[in-house]
Structures are given as structure tokens and as C-alpha cells.
């Protein structure tokens, strides 16, 4: 097994043991970190995937935005098996938070459906690192777009894991959710678009 897909797999797991800590209401600040220590590792399995190790050399070409010239040659499932191990972890957080009552079931159901039908017209003509279109390209496939989702989703998590342990304000995770949920139907959108404009 490469060591992307073994990060992919970790991520996964961790995962599940983010809901049962949450379920048992632990401390907040632990199980936080762990929520940030899985949404980093995406970051992690999708490096290791492009050049194979993570050294201190590699790390100092990264920190002068000098990435390293040799790539490897990704495995052929490597890149749906990074698509599986991010809805298992997305999925598993909007479950567990729709199971504890803080999140509405039709918000589960939508997150559903946008990326069963986006990761299937996705999946037929490539991936998301390929995009041609200027809207697609700039909503989902820019380090802006994909930075930004992924620092929303971490903060709304975060939030909503201090609502139901700590008893923080639940309308400020609202505002999150709401926030949370527009993006990710406009990037749903980007990627129907692509996959449209393709054809």
C-alpha cells in the first residue's frame, strides 16, 4: 500500500473515533484536535500522492513555494480512494451532529444528494484536478476554493462539537451550517457545470 492510500485509510478511521468521543461528550479541546489532525491528513495523503515521502528537504522547497520536481506515478484508485476516505469523514460529521439533534436531517439528505450526483458526473470524465472551466476551476479546483472549504468545514465542526459538549450558542453554529452548505452547493455546482460542459 502506497503511503497516501495508508493516510487516506488513517483519516478514515480517525474519524470514527471523533463520533465516539463526541458521543460520550469528552473533552472538547481533544476531540477537536483530532477533527484537525484528520482534516490536515487530506492535505498530507494528497502530497504523498504527487511526490511519494515527506523530507526536510521537500519541506523547505514547500516553505519557498518551490514544490518538488520529481512525482511519482499515482495508483489508479488512489485518487477515487481520496474521494471516499473525504465523504466517510464529511458524512460521519454530518450524522453524528444530525444524531445528537443539533443538525436538521434535511440538511444531511442535501449534502447527500449534491455529492452523489457530483461525484458520479465527476467520477465519468476525470478528476477535479483536471477542470477546464474558468467558474469551475475558480469555485473548486483553486487552492482558494479548496482552502476555503476545508477551513469552513474544520470551524463549523469545531463549533458544533462545542454546542453539544460545552453548550455553546447554537445560532452561531446555524450560521456556520448555512455558510457551510452554500459552499458546498456551489461547488457541487462547479463540478455539475464541468462535468456538463465536457460532454
Do not use: C
Not at 450524522?95 to 439533534?101: A, H, L, M
Request: proline letters at 4%; aromatic letters at 12%.
Amino acid at each position: 500500500m502506497k503511503p497516501a492510500d495508508a493516510v487516506v485509510l488513517l483519516r478514515t478511521l480517525m474519524i470514527f473515533l471523533v463520533v465516539y468521543l463526541i458521543l460520550i461528550k469528552f473533552d472538547p479541546i481533544a476531540t477537536i484536535a483530532l477533527i484537525a489532525i484528520s482534516l490536515a491528513l487530506d492535505a498530507v495523503d494528497g502530497y504523498l500522492a504527487k511526490y511519494g515521502r515527506v523530507s526536510i528537504e521537500t519541506i523547505k522547497l514547500y516553505a519557498r513555494h518551490q514544490p518538488p520536481k520529481k512525482k511519482i506515478k499515482p495508483t489508479a484508485y488512489g485518487a477515487r480512494l481520496d474521494i471516499a476516505g473525504d465523504r466517510v469523514v464529511e458524512y460521519t460529521m454530518w450524522i453524528v451532529f444530525t444524531y445528537v439533534g443539533i443538525v436538521p436531517l434535511w440538511i444531511l439528505l442535501l449534502i447527500v444528494l449534491r455529492h452523489s450526483f457530483a461525484d458520479a458526473l465527476m467520477g465519468a470524465r476525470g478528476t477535479s484536478s483536471k477542470m477546464k472551466t474558468r467558474f469551475a476551476r475558480a469555485v473548486y479546483a483553486s487552492n482558494i476554493g479548496r482552502g476555503g472549504i476545508n477551513v469552513l468545514k474544520a470551524v463549523t465542526y469545531w463549533y458544533l462539537v462545542l454546542v453539544y459538549v460545552s453548550g455553546y450558542p447554537i445560532i452561531i453554529g446555524y450560521a456556520l451550517v448555512g455558510a457551510l452548505v452554500a459552499y458546498i452547493m456551489l461547488r457541487g455546482a462547479a463540478e455539475i457545470y464541468e462535468s456538463m460542459k465536457s460532454y
